[in-house]
């Protein structure tokens, strides 16, 4: 291929932006002597056909290095890479090798079909200079949907689609998740969180995993923060990144379905002194990660995965922004989760900061004013700000919301005054602070840690596959296997896990914040005990749809509770329940039973029993009274009596398919003032005038 001349370039933007006569090439690293740009014809070539080496005089700015390559278009899918040198005595914690080529950190399209990460000398993954962007959105927008009214389903791309059961045209892929859209609607989630689809290494794991042919599932070893992740398209090698994941955007917006996307800036896939140079290492180390004071050659390690990013200096914050709003502007998304957020928090020093620059820089950012901002607030540091994250907008997972519904539905005692607090948005942790109950994500299970249906099938994790002696993932799962570990043929034993689980799911939809469900939990998908999938990129892990037909009980169960979570206003509302007289309804918003009416036995730890009246929010809406009973006694518990209503039954997890959800149409009155809870049931009854 013919070499391109070239001039001196700018240093605004980063990455290779086309432009008039063509493309700009920018990089940053402040201590670097000496830059080469490296041009390869196609993402697979053995060779480069151009080296462009760089005049520090006349090419960089600043801590910029940049060079305009003439007549060059971005129609030709060139590939490129950097080499990079500089003195390692003026930084010690500097790591610069001119025999690496260096990943654009830029890069709004990569490829890895090259990629051996513990071979030194094999080639490097390659950026991929695109053409500007002429993409018909079709008037699609990011949808902005009031937060209060999210149901949100964690999602993993590749795996929702990979199982043969699935159907679709390309298994595994972005577009595999268009096919799906259908099921999703028909499920009724308003909103996917799809767990990492930035460009990660699937090589990043554990020598033994990936020795026994494992790979990186999950994600969460990011290396490129503009770039889809190639693995997810149809063709990676074409540069087709960008239309691929916008159409399927474009799908779930036509389908009222919200995108959020788990965002990972708390380390890379460069891992720690022992790990790969990709990108970062090799242009500022010092600059972009946390070192050792004592010993600049080692990462300090709050993130748990071998590095921690630097969250909060200058250039960093500006490039952990700067990707946000890229996505939002270009890709339409609708919000993000970050992982490990506690991170973000972290000052240059390591220590927490409340006014944390990039922090405040994301939520006062104009680009992400309307973007769902959600917080996984703790870090493996030991830094842990559940209700206490910087920042107004941000909603958190709520991990004490988790451990304390497990232990209710588990059947442990003295739980009843915490599940109040955790039913009605967590006021303990957020409200001081002038947060809302939307700023609580409710959850019970995600993809770390047990499933729904393994959470009620193993008492003890089972990870040995992951090949490090089941010494993984969490011991503290609040789990119980009801009489027999993993798959039981015990009919017994089975409706029992089933009623399990649809109580978690009934507790889910009927709790004040903002709902999240792990897909596959609605056709209780099982991962045979292993609670730390993040490394098997196969069926232990992939969306059996088989499953849907099987499980057809627990999808309708599912499906009907988010269909009465809607319809209820005041299961969905933006400030706390204070017991205050509502004029629609003439009751307390909400009023608290025990077994009888208007005694809820807060002081006794043996109790496991809780009911609730909460009053209707609009006057076409039905009143609700909600009873748990976790105890081992079927119990007869009081109705309140209403004023020309009357109750009529609507949820029992104790019954099967089509009695477990009555709809409103085919509801029976409750003549009695009083109804049958069974033992470990959740019972739901909703007003209706009197005819």
């Known amino acids: 291929m013919k070499p391109y001349s070239v001039n001196i370039g700018q240093r605004y933007p980063s990455g290779a932006t086309p432009q008039k006569g063509g493309v700009n090439f920018c990089i940053f690293s402040r201590h670097a002597t000496a830059v080469q740009l490296v041009l390869y014809e196609k993402p697979d070539s053995s060779s480069p056909f151009q080296l462009i080496d760089l005049d520090p005089a006349v090419n960089r700015s600043f801590f910029f290095w940049h060079v305009f390559v003439e007549g060059m278009t971005g129609q030709e899918k060139i590939s490129y890479t950097w080499k990079v040198d500089g003195p390692d005595n003026d930084d010690p914690g500097s790591r610069f090798d001119p025999s690496i080529e260096l990943l654009d950190p830029w890069a709004k399209a990569v490829t890895d079909v090259l990629w051996e990460r513990n071979n030194k000398g094999s080639s490097s993954m390659r950026a991929m200079v695109l053409p500007s962007s002429s993409y018909d959105w079709e008037g699609d927008q990011p949808l902005r949907q009031s937060s209060e009214k999210e149901i949100i389903y964690e999602l993993h791309v590749g795996g929702f689609t990979r199982h043969s059961s699935s159907g679709v045209s390309h298994p595994g892929t972005f577009s595999g998740i268009i096919e799906k859209v259908p099921y999703l609607q028909e499920l009724g989630i308003t909103a996917v969180e799809l767990l990492p689809v930035m460009a990660f290494d699937q090589q990043d794991l554990p020598d033994k995993a990936r020795d026994m042919g494992l790979q990186n599932y999950w994600g969460y070893a990011t290396h490129s923060f503009f770039s889809p992740h190639p ?190 607090t955790r039913l009605t948005g967590s006021s303990d942790l957020y409200q001081s602070s002038g947060h809302q109950p939307v700023n609580s994500v409710n959850f019970i299970s995600c993809h770390d840690g047990f499933t729904l249906y393994d959470l009620v099938s193993f008492y003890e994790k089972h990870n040995q596959a992951n090949g490090e002696d089941n010494r993984d993932g969490d011991n503290n799962n609040y789990s119980w296997n009801y009489g027999s570990e993993g798959v039981s043929d015990d009919p017994e034993i089975n409706a029992f896990r089933l009623k399990q689980v649809k109580n978690f799911m009934a507790i889910l939809m009927l709790s004040q914040g903002v709902p999240m469900i792990l897909a596959g939990d609605e056709i209780l998908r099982s991962q045979q005990g292993n609670n730390n999938g993040y490394c098997q990129d196969n069926e232990l892990s992939w969306f059996d749809w088989n499953l849907l037909e099987k499980n057809q009980e627990m999808f309708c169960f599912t499906k009907g509770m988010i269909q009465l979570r809607k319809r209820h206003p005041s299961l969905m509302q933006r400030q706390y329940l204070s017991g205050a007289m509502n004029n629609t309804s003439n009751l307390q918003d909400i009023s608290w039973h025990g077994q009888q009416l208007n005694e809820p036995q807060w002081d006794d730890t043996s109790s496991r029993v809780l009911a609730c009246t909460l009053s209707r929010v609009n006057p076409d809406e039905e009143d609700l009274h909600i009873m748990f009973n976790m105890s081992e006694e079927k119990l007869s518990m009081e109705l309140p009596t209403l004023k020309g209503r009357t109750w009529h039954l609507a949820v029992d997890t104790t019954c099967s398919l089509y009695r477990d959800i009555i709809e409103p149409e085919q509801q029976q009155e409750i003549k009695e003032n009083n109804i049958q809870v069974y033992s470990h049931s959740i019972v739901v009854c909703e007003s209706r005038l009197n005819e």
């Not at 063709?235 to 960008?242: A, V």
């Not at 209700?387 to 005692?413: C, M, T, V």
Request: proline share 4%.
């Open 231 to 420: 693995g997810y398209c149809i063709d990676p090698l074409s540069g087709g990144h960008r239309e691929e994941f916008r159409d399927m955007v474009k799908a779930l917006h036509k389908a009222g379905i919200s995108v959020i996307l788990d965002v990972v800036f708390n380390h890379t896939a460069e891992g720690g002194k022992e790990g790969p140079t990709i990108n970062f290492k090799g242009l500022m180390n010092s600059g972009f990660y946390h070192l050792e004071d004592d010993d600049p050659k080692q990462y300090k390690n709050y993130s748990g995965c071998g590095n921690t990013v630097n969250c909060n200096h200058p250039l960093v914050a500006n490039f952990i922004t700067k990707s946000l709003e890229y996505w939002v502007k270009e890709f339409h998304v609708d919000g993000f989760r970050f992982d490990l957020a506690s991170i973000l928090a972290r000052g240059e020093d390591g220590a927490p900061m409340y006014h944390a620059p990039v922090v405040w820089n994301i939520e006062l950012s104009d680009t992400l004013a309307h973007t769902r901002l959600i917080a996984e607030a703790w870090d493996a540091g030991g830094l842990y700000q559940v209700g206490s994250f910087p920042g107004f907008r941000w909603a958190e997972w709520n991990g004490r919301y988790r451990d304390l519904i497990r232990q209710f539905i588990k059947g442990d005692s003295g739980m009843i005054p915490e599940l109040a």
